[in-house]
């Protein structure tokens, strides 16, 4: 029921997606659906229950002007370059839209 209700939310980042290299970073896991949508995958530690307020995607950078998604959230996320990739910003109170792990989109990779 709990894997059921966690694909409902982030089921675009499995379905029909490959891994992306670098494939991992720290927390996260990286795939990319056939339309060119990258997805973040962060695996929260045990006991983990809030969103980071920086994620930092070491080789990963939307392209200008793109708008990254938290699947499952109404809210808008900035972000912004960092090196050869970016950190992506989470405002504060921003609830995990799941449990277990959360999916950010990046609709548009500039890499």
Do not use: C
């Amino acid at each position: 029921e709990g894997l059921g209700a966690w694909m409902g939310v982030n089921g675009a980042a499995i379905y029909g997606t490959r891994p992306l290299a670098p494939y991992l970073e720290g927390k996260l896991r990286f795939t990319r659906g056939t339309d060119g949508v990258a997805y973040a995958i962060y695996l929260p530690d045990e006991g983990e229950t809030e969103l980071p307020r920086y994620v930092p995607l070491a080789s990963i950078r939307p392209a200008p002007g793109a708008t990254v998604r938290l699947l499952g959230s109404p809210v808008t996320l900035e972000w912004e370059p960092s090196g050869q990739g970016s950190v992506i910003l989470v405002p504060r109170g921003t609830a995990p839209p799941a449990d277990h792990a959360w999916v950010f989109e990046i609709p548009d990779m500039d890499r």
